[in-house]
């Protein structure tokens, strides 16, 4: 569905234009036109009104250039939505933050943590010290992992499962039975590791629910928000919006997923709440104002400002940031400064950053590139579309941060 769009002005909005003008130089000249990057959509708004909205690069190989319409896969963005989802029913008292998750999911309980052996020999396990909470889902503090974290015997059964897989062999409830027959890498709130444990959350939201992960997705927030474009299967009339997708490799990018045969236009056996979904920037900066404006947009709440604000601080135990508890080989984010809330990383300490921004902003990427923050100080939200995998590829996202806050005038 199209929508009218006007932009707002930019200086009247504390904006300085020509600076705003200068990222998309940057994009173009270091990116796009080298071939760096296939595309970029960038969008930026304060206040919820958007100031900035440009587009540059094809949608696909010797297509036509993007637009407001283009569709990108936005994997991690996923995350907060499914967040969202999970905050909503903790609001209508049917599940808790400290809920322990074997609770709503029995295949989890008891539950070990590594003690020896994968690779062709038994695991060993411990107990964990603490039972996995629902807050260590959200936080990412689950002893859950990801196969591509390549550090561990765990990651690797992930791996040789083939638990990832969308399209595979498995559905929610059958991926959560074969992730309760393997240990955990540690005991819950022991340390931070970025994981699945977002997708155990899309199963939480449906067994408490009753309501499979889409239906509620599109029931309870996608039509309540107008986000018409926001899905885990692109619906066929809607496939030639679609944008091809890349790998990055040495010396250039390579063709992972074309748009008009994507994977991403039937329907997934496991529906992942930690990476799915589909989206338009326009879509995402509904999803983000509706955050801004304390969990409600255009007369539809979701949440309730005191929710969000919970949602926004740090939940790290003892108050730490991620480079003091973080095994992870990679995130969506960089370590120093940074803490994690209920599905958002959250800026601490911004001198720890080295970038500027506020305290109290919150953010997550996809790894597609994709990314979005909001900076509830300043009012600022910031959606950026593109294609190409890994997100670590190129330091995009600190370029844009420091861009666009360089491009504040009050």
């Not at 765990?154 to 074969?178: C, M, P, Q, S």
């Not at 997708?245 to 074309?258: A, H, T």
Request: with cysteine.
């Amino acid at each position: 569905m199209e929508r009218e769009m006007a932009l707002a002005d930019p200086e009247t909005h504390g904006f300085d234009a020509r600076r705003l003008a200068r990222i998309d130089t940057l994009l173009n000249e270091r990116y796009i036109a080298p071939g760096l990057l296939p595309n970029a959509q960038l969008l930026i708004a304060r206040g919820g009104e958007i100031v900035h909205f440009s587009h540059q690069g094809t949608a696909r190989e010797g297509g036509a250039a993007i637009d407001e319409t283009s569709l990108f896969r936005i994997a991690s963005m996923t995350k907060p939505i499914t967040s969202i989802a999970f905050m909503m029913l903790v609001e209508e008292g049917k599940v808790a933050v400290d809920t322990p998750v074997h609770h709503v999911l029995p295949e989890f309980k008891g539950l070990g943590a590594y003690n020896g052996g994968g690779g062709g020999v038994p695991f060993m396990t411990k107990p964990t010290s603490e039972p996995m909470r629902m807050l260590d889902l959200l936080r990412h503090t689950s002893g859950l992992t990801y196969s591509f974290q390549n550090r561990s015997n765990v990651d690797a059964a992930y791996r040789e499962g083939k638990l990832e897989n969308w399209h595979g062999n498995y559905d929610l409830d059958e991926f959560v039975a074969a992730l309760g027959r393997l240990p955990l890498e540690f005991s819950p709130g022991d340390a931070w590791n970025y994981s699945v444990a977002t997708d155990v959350l899309g199963a939480v939201i449906q067994r408490v629910s009753g309501m499979t992960l889409d239906a509620f997705f599109r029931t309870r927030i996608f039509e309540p928000l107008g986000m018409h474009d926001t899905f885990f299967a692109v619906p066929e009339d809607k496939v030639h919006r679609l944008t091809d997708c890349y790998d990055w490799v040495p010396g250039g990018k390579k063709l992972f997923d074309r748009g008009e045969q994507s994977a991403w236009s039937r329907t997934p056996r496991l529906l992942s709440g930690g990476g799915g979904l589909v989206s338009t920037a326009l879509d995402y900066h509904r999803f983000c104002t509706m955050c801004l404006n304390g969990g409600t947009l255009d007369g539809v709440r979701l949440v309730s400002r005191k929710t969000l604000d919970l949602m926004t601080l740090n939940h790290l135990p003892g108050g730490k940031d991620l480079a003091s508890l973080s095994r992870s080989l990679f995130s969506e984010t960089q370590n120093a400064g940074t803490g994690f809330g209920l599905g958002f990383a959250v800026t601490m300490d911004v001198a720890k950053t080295m970038m500027p921004g506020s305290v109290g902003e919150y953010y997550w990427g996809g790894m597609f590139s994709t990314a979005f923050f909001i900076d509830p100080l300043e009012q600022i939200s910031m959606v950026f579309m593109t294609q190409l995998r890994p997100s670590s590829t190129y330091p995009i996202r600190r370029e844009l941060k420091t861009l666009i806050y360089s491009a504040l005038n009050r």
